[in-house]
């Protein structure tokens, strides 16, 4: 069974950027059909997706984050990561990164445990 | 964007009951929806997707069922683990979007 786990600071300075890594194992993070995903979820709130790489490097963005936001994948090491530019506080959330399923329904079936970052100074 | 509105925000139900969570969007999402169960501290888990197929090992008792926008998911016989938040999920068309959440508390 396939596992995503995420990786990378807990604490960002406002203005800076973030850099997220997630780690698939148990699968390949090659095999056709799953986009590779990022989600985060401010504290209290709700769910809010980010974007996607397909392993061939196609991307898409939220186009409210389209311009901060760079996913990228990395398949020799079978991580992809996400780098989102400008840090503000209302950035600061749990993000997860995911595995979507996008035949026929798309639906995100394996999700990392997450991991949340801060923006502070 | 297509907003997904959830209803009620919360309830609360004693093991045994049946209970339901509905989500309406904003506009025709075909049966492109989805169905997650949250609990504190964790990720969302995937319970039914195109509206109404049980993703596999989740229990018979969750189902889905759609009415044009409106999308209705049921638990029958509620058990003390089904607590938790629901938050459904389209993908019919960019950027996906999820409901904001049902609070499901076990008395």
């Known amino acids: 069974q396939v596992q995503l786990q995420e990786s990378g600071p807990g604490l960002v300075k406002p203005s800076q950027t973030l850099s997220l890594t997630c780690t698939v194992s148990?699968?390949?993070?090659?095999?056709?059909?799953?986009?590779w995903t990022w989600i985060r979820q401010r504290p209290g709130k709700g769910l809010e997706w980010i974007g996607y790489?397909?392993?061939?490097?196609?991307?898409y963005y939220t186009p409210s984050l389209k311009s901060r936001v760079t996913i990228s994948v990395d398949t020799s090491n079978s991580q992809f990561s996400l780098r989102l530019t400008s840090m503000t506080a209302a950035d600061t959330a749990v993000y997860y990164c995911a595995r979507a399923v996008w035949e026929l329904h798309p639906r995100f079936d394996s999700w990392g445990q997450g991991t949340l970052v801060t923006v502070s100074s | 964007d297509i907003q997904m509105t959830q209803s009620p925000s919360s309830v609360s139900a004693s093991v045994g009951d049946r209970v339901t969570i509905t989500c309406r969007a904003s506009?025709?999402?075909?049966?492109?929806l989805a169905w997650y169960q949250q609990k504190p501290g964790k990720a969302p888990k995937l319970l039914i997707y195109g509206a109404s197929t049980l993703q596999s090992g989740v229990p018979s008792r969750f189902s889905g069922s759609e009415s044009g926008t409106d999308f209705t998911l049921t638990i029958t016989s509620l058990q003390p683990e089904d607590f938790g938040t629901y938050y459904c999920?389209?993908?019919?068309?960019?950027?996906?979007?999820f409901g904001q959440g049902t609070r499901l508390e076990i008395k």
């Open positions: 790489i397909y392993n061939s490097g196609s991307t």
């Open positions: 999920q389209q993908a019919n068309s960019f950027p996906v979007t």
């Open positions: 506009q025709d999402i075909s049966n492109w």
């Open positions: 148990g699968g390949s993070i090659t095999s056709g059909g799953y986009y």
